[in-house]
């Protein structure tokens, strides 16, 4: 029970800390209202665009885009994480280009994207797209390289099919690293929706920030920033309640 208090009771207070100094720091200060509003204000214009939808339209959009992206680089990232974590010949061949694009910010492509993609959803979906699959790629090779060869070895003596090897042996026994490069790499995902939304689109919490910025709204520029840590702050509880999944960790990852 004491440890259940003070796991929701201590983040609760740094909370209330946090909004106390803002405010204090809102009051004190020689700065507008308007320039550093403090966070009844804040508040006040949270409930003004949550009650017109402006607030949920944008949230979807952005929703809607690290969806998207974030999906199509788990459906490739991921096989082809366990192609190059399994096969030698293809390790050696994709690995080099895979390190030397990886390093590359996913906003440096944004010029790239806007050429290739014009202005719209598809530039925003393919730079989270390269954002989530080069870290679940690699995260996954290694994964897969890291498995107890003893598994291998006895599913050769069963006479096992590839497809038997990758579900029953591969898959589970990656699935505690896999789940720890999801948690990591939605959060990446998630930074870099709202910097491509900055630029490249006319909807979402990148383009709210931006766009009340412009406005001198400094209020609704905080509640774009809230709602980001928000909607942040929920991906990454949803990924760390599958990492407590029991049936995840039916064996070892270390040789």
């Known amino acids: 029970m004491k440890k259940k208090l003070r796991i929701y009771f201590l983040p609760f207070m740094a909370f209330i800390v946090l909004l106390l100094i803002w405010a204090a720091a809102a009051h004190f200060s020689d700065w507008n209202a308007h320039i550093f509003p403090g966070p009844l204000q804040v508040a006040k214009s949270m409930w003004e665009l949550t009650s017109d939808g402006t607030l949920l339209k944008h949230a979807a959009a952005s929703l809607f885009r690290v969806t998207l992206g974030f999906y199509l680089a788990i459906i490739l990232g991921i096989p082809l994480g366990i192609f190059m974590g399994r096969w030698e010949t293809a390790r050696i061949i994709l690995n080099p280009l895979i390190q030397f694009l990886r390093p590359i910010s996913p906003l440096a492509w944004i010029p790239i994207s806007m050429l290739l993609f014009g202005i719209g959803d598809i530039p925003a979906v393919f730079l989270i797209f390269l954002a989530s699959f080069f870290p679940l790629t690699v995260s996954t090779a290694a994964a897969v390289i890291a498995i107890n060869p003893v598994y291998f070895h006895v599913a050769a003596n069963f006479n096992f099919s590839k497809y038997e090897v990758v579900s029953k042996i591969i898959i589970p026994a990656m699935l505690p690293a896999a789940i720890t490069a999801l948690r990591i790499t939605i959060t990446i995902a998630w930074l870099v929706v709202v910097a491509a939304e900055m630029l490249a689109v006319t909807s979402g919490l990148g383009y709210l920030i931006l766009d ?4 001198l709204r400094m209020d609704y520029v905080m509640d774009g920033m809230i709602v980001i840590g928000l909607i942040g702050l929920l991906l990454d509880f949803v990924m760390m309640q ?14």
Do not use: E, M, P, Y
């Open 212 to 215: 009340s910025r412009n406005a």
């Open 242 to 255: 599958l990492s407590k999944i029991k049936s995840v960790f039916w064996g070892t990852l270390s040789k």
